[in-house]
């Protein structure tokens, strides 16, 4: 049972409409292995845990709107969810079997230093603010949002063989993300420019976790549990700007110019290793039927 629940009270003063509200919702996710974790496994040798409880999260959003007319809108949201058994892939020294079959490693001979095991972290804890404003004035439309969000780890299941602890900032989380989008749109053309920002979140030093993985020796036999945590740094902002342009050919037919990733920001999210497609330019037509 995932309950949902909902309640708002809507004033009408004038040209202005004000709106409280309030909401409960739960959600379940079965258990699954984190997407970019199992890159992991090119070093390492997977393991499943039979054990894994679902991922399950509950909590209260509140929240004013106000609208005037149709060309200003406002919206100001606080929001506490709690999540538990929440799963994450777990680096463990890895213990070959006494007769291990042989592997195909890719081409590597070298057997794996590490096995990944998923383990349920425990709890956390999601507060926060999200803020939404758009402005209409005729042809030109202005909306811009901004989130903060404190993520913290609340409780650590004992049998959790991570390097996350109680208190702790949830790792690859930005504490602030903001946007704003730019729209014209004049008789048979439309102009939009966005751009987005994430700022101030911890994840781990990949560079440095793979460079002394490579040099090899003891250090590199010890990343994990509570090793790993020295290797957490902090990471900037991250700011990525879009552009489009289209024209109308015909009534059915549009011409579009689109430039993805203006600013070429290739590095820095959501670590030091991952590269992300630099500066794109594409153009397209579209039908309408």
Not at 33 to 44: D, K, L, N, V, Y
Not at 52 to 63: C, D, F, H, K
Not at 241 to 264: E, K
């Amino acid at each position: 049972v995932l309950p949902a629940l909902g309640a708002s009270v809507v004033q009408q003063v004038g040209d202005v409409t004000l709106k409280a509200r309030v909401a409960y919702g739960g959600g379940v996710r079965p258990a699954r292995s984190p997407m970019r974790e199992t890159a992991w496994r090119s070093i390492g040798a997977g393991t499943v845990n039979n054990n894994l409880m679902p991922e399950r999260q509950s909590g209260v959003e509140t929240g004013i709107d106000m609208f005037w007319r149709r060309n200003l809108s406002v919206q100001v949201t606080r929001f506490e969810q709690r999540a538990s058994s929440l799963i994450q892939q777990v680096p463990l020294p890895y213990v070959a079997p006494a007769a291990e079959p042989p592997v195909d490693r890719g081409g590597y001979s070298t057997p794996p230093s590490y096995a990944y095991a998923l383990e349920n972290l425990g709890a956390i804890t999601n507060r926060g603010w999200e803020v939404a404003v758009r402005q209409n004035i005729g042809a030109l439309s202005i909306a811009g949002t901004v989130s903060m969000v404190q993520s913290l780890v609340d409780d650590v299941t004992p049998r959790y063989a991570g390097d996350l602890r109680d208190g702790d900032r949830v790792l690859a989380v930005p504490a602030r993300t903001s946007g704003l989008t730019v729209t014209w749109t004049p008789p048979r053309w439309q102009f939009q420019i966005s751009g987005s920002q994430v700022s101030d979140w911890i994840n781990y030093d990949r560079l440095a976790l793979t460079s002394t993985y490579l040099r090899g020796g003891a250090p590199s036999r010890e990343l994990s549990g509570a090793t790993l945590r020295t290797y957490w740094i902090r990471y900037g902002e991250v700011t990525r700007l879009r552009a489009s342009v289209g024209h109308d050919l015909t009534r059915t037919l549009t011409l579009r110019l689109i430039g993805d990733n203006l600013l070429d920001r290739q590095r820095g999210e959501p670590d030091n290793v991952t590269i992300v497609p630099g500066r794109t330019l594409s153009v397209g037509l579209g039908a309408r039927f």
